[in-house]
């Protein structure tokens, strides 16, 4: 790892009233090699990639 393979992402999130009022975000992440499909249903896919 070097700072060529860091990847970041930035965003915003205006938050309801329903989440301010001790509501719950969740967030779905999942990484993936370079070059590595992560859609299981590609024919290309490699699980152990």
Known sequence: W????TRTLTLKYPPTEALKHNGSLYAHVFFAQSGYSPDPSDPEYQPQA
């Not at 070097?2 to 393979?5: A, D, F, I, Q, R």
């Open 2 to 5: 070097g700072p060529e393979s």
